[in-house]
């Protein structure tokens, strides 16, 4: 029987083909985005709903920012190592 080598396939191989120094920045460069993203003021509204709706949404926008903006360049920083281990 003629065995075929087994060839890996999705996004984790993908992610993990990308060079090690690659993941560093692109870490570097989601947090100083997600950063200003979170450090933004973010006005009180008025007493309309549209205001209201508005408020809450960049709430939400400012909360997400202010986690990601360290998960994501730690899950990056993990990639490195994972990358520069496959190296």
Do not use: C
């Not at 009180?44 to 960049?58: C, G, I, K, W």
């Amino acid at each position: 029987m003629d065995k075929k080598a087994r060839t890996e396939k999705g996004f984790g191989v993908f992610l993990l083909a990308i060079p090690w120094p690659w993941h560093i920045g692109m870490g570097a460069v989601a947090y100083f985005i997600l950063h200003v993203l979170a450090a933004k003021e973010v006005p009180l509204p008025n007493q309309t709903p549209e205001e209201v709706a508005l408020y809450t949404h960049r709430v939400v926008w400012k909360t997400a920012a202010s986690i990601f903006q360290y998960l994501i360049p730690a899950a990056m920083g993990l990639l490195a190592i994972f990358s520069f281990r496959r190296a």
